[in-house]
């Protein structure tokens, strides 16, 4: 069984899952080596500050995806979500949108994520995740509305304010950018939100009674040992990839 199968379910739950992030380019050993790091649900490649090409995209999903590993890509920029559905139909499973603060950015990734009658993605998933098992258009597109997973990364205290409104949009992980997100508080010395731990808890409590969890980076155990204790069940492990926060 596909990993995509029950990861919906599981992070709405409340269950701890945590991936890791793989270059794009990774090659089966390499990902087989960063899976074999810890107990990883999926992994993540990133476009928006790595070097980028589809082929390796295609290469790499193909090689997760043969393992029944679900595949998460950090798309180039907040204004490309209307390419959403043509990154999926190369391989991935799980779409996070970068520096996302105004809702209709929200509404426009819901819509290209998912296929008819709940978006407007267009069909032809040439190299998608699970097509070989569900041919049939309708019941391809179905199984996909149910269990894909779609990520707005808040970087901003404005979209750290508009978490609930996201998750009510159709947001089904809300991400974390730290860095970007201080050179907002930054600009915004006056705002009652005045460090990166006050944000993380008010996106937590918004999102209680909701379907929609929070996912923090973490750089070492013990940075997700105390976001646990704040009350996070959502992770993606970064440490072995990059030596410091990026």
Not at 106 to 111: G, I, P, Q
Request: aromatic content about 8%; charged content about 25%; glycine content about 8%.
């Amino acid at each position: 069984m596909h990993g995509l199968e029950n990861l919906k379910e599981r992070i709405r739950s409340g269950e701890k899952v945590v991936g890791c992030s793989v270059r794009t380019w990774s090659t089966r050993a390499e990902v087989e080596e960063a899976l074999g790091r810890g107990d990883y649900s999926y992994i993540a490649v990133d476009a928006q500050h790595s070097a980028f090409a589809e082929h390796d995209l295609v290469n790499v999903c193909r090689v997760a995806n043969g393992m029944g590993v679900p595949v998460q890509l950090r798309i180039k920029h907040t204004r490309q979500t209307y390419l959403i559905g043509n990154m999926l139909d190369l391989g991935p499973s799980m779409i996070e949108v970068p520096q996302v603060e105004d809702l209709e950015t929200v509404r426009e990734a819901v819509d290209y994520f998912n296929y008819p009658q709940k978006g407007r993605r267009s069909w032809g998933p040439s190299n998608g995740v699970e097509i070989e098992k569900r041919p049939d258009r309708l019941e391809y597109a179905e199984w996909w509305n149910e269990h894909a997973v779609l990520w707005m990364q808040l970087e901003t205290v404005l979209g750290v304010t508009r978490a609930a409104q996201m998750a009510a949009i159709g947001a089904d992980v809300l991400s974390w950018g730290p860095n970007d997100l201080a050179f907002d508080r930054e600009a915004h010395p006056d705002h009652p939100l005045k460090t990166d731990d006050d944000c993380i808890l008010h996106v937590l409590k918004q999102l209680e009674g909701t379907q929609a969890k929070l996912c923090l980076r973490t750089y070492s155990q013990e940075q997700m040992d105390r976001y646990s204790e704040m009350g996070a069940t959502m992770f993606l492990d970064e440490q072995h990839l990059f030596a410091a926060p990026g």
